[in-house]
T-cell receptor
Framework: GENVEQHPSTLSVQEGDSAVIKCTYS??????FPWYKQELGKRPQLIID?????GEKKDQRIAVTLNKTAKHFSLHITETQPEDSAVYFC???????????FGAGTILRVKS | DAGITQSPRHKVTETGTPVTLRCHQT?????MYWYRQDPGHGLRLIHY???????DKGEVSDGYSVSRSKTEDFLLTLESATSSQTSVYFC?????????FGPGTRLTVL
């Protein structure tokens, strides 16, 4: 089965700085790479995803980059704001496989 | 919220008692999932369902059973609750790869 690791487990940044979270996976068949955000006391929600035929995808201040050869993908958040403080999960999987394996999560704290 | 509700939202029970958590969805989604969330472990899949009476085990299924007799309801049962099952339980549906989660149930087993 898929083995997923996220690094770092916690990350503190100053407001306005950038944050990068890396996710490594083991199953070379994975072709769908989402990131979920979970605010304190709330449910996880998808914030961005990428498929293996694309190397990078951007949505305003967030981006995801994929290195399929090395089997890792990363979440990039620029110009961080206090509302970016949350736990972020990666969940590499087979597209339309309908079964996700989540990483252990990264706690991001943005200090104002 | 993709029309997903969970009940109860909070429950405190004693070791050895049976517990059933309910997930209800209103939009006829085929795929439904139960996860548990614990600090340092992220979201771990307990059981999932591909349709009515079609279920399968996830990575942490021991001590749990599920049933899906109607499309809209996916029930998670702890036959005899243990303290290690104290957790937050999330139900989810899948739509075009994206998983939509319910609000969660906080279960405490004393």
């Amino acid at each position: 089965g898929e083995n997923v690791e996220q690094h770092p487990s916690t990350l503190s940044v100053q407001e306005g700085d950038s944050a990068v979270i890396k996710c490594t996976y083991s199953d070379s068949a994975s072709n769908y790479f989402p990131w979920y955000k979970q605010e304190l006391g709330k449910r996880p929600q998808l914030i961005i995803d990428i498929r293996s035929n694309v190397g990078e995808k951007k949505d305003q201040r967030i981006a995801v980059t994929l290195n399929k050869t090395a089997k890792h993908f990363s979440l990039h958040i620029t110009e961080t704001q206090p509302e970016d403080s949350a736990v972020y999960f990666c969940a590499p999987s087979m597209e339309y496989g309908n079964k996700l394996v989540f990483g252990a999560g990264t706690i991001l704290r943005v200090k104002s | 919220d993709a029309g997903i509700t969970q009940s109860p939202r909070h429950k405190v029970t004693e070791t050895g008692t049976p517990v059933t958590l309910r997930c209800h969805q209103t939009e006829n989604h085929r795929y439904m999932y139960w996860y548990r969330q614990d600090p340092g472990h992220g979201l771990r899949l307990i059981h999932y369902s591909y349709g009515v009476k079609d279920t399968d085990k996830g990575e942490v299924s021991d001590g749990y059973s599920v049933s899906r007799s109607k499309t809209e309801d996916f029930l998670l049962t702890l036959e005899s609750a243990t303290s290690s099952q104290t957790s937050v339980y999330f139900c989810a549906i899948s739509l075009n790869n994206e998983q939509f989660f319910g609000p969660g149930t906080r279960l405490t087993v004393l």
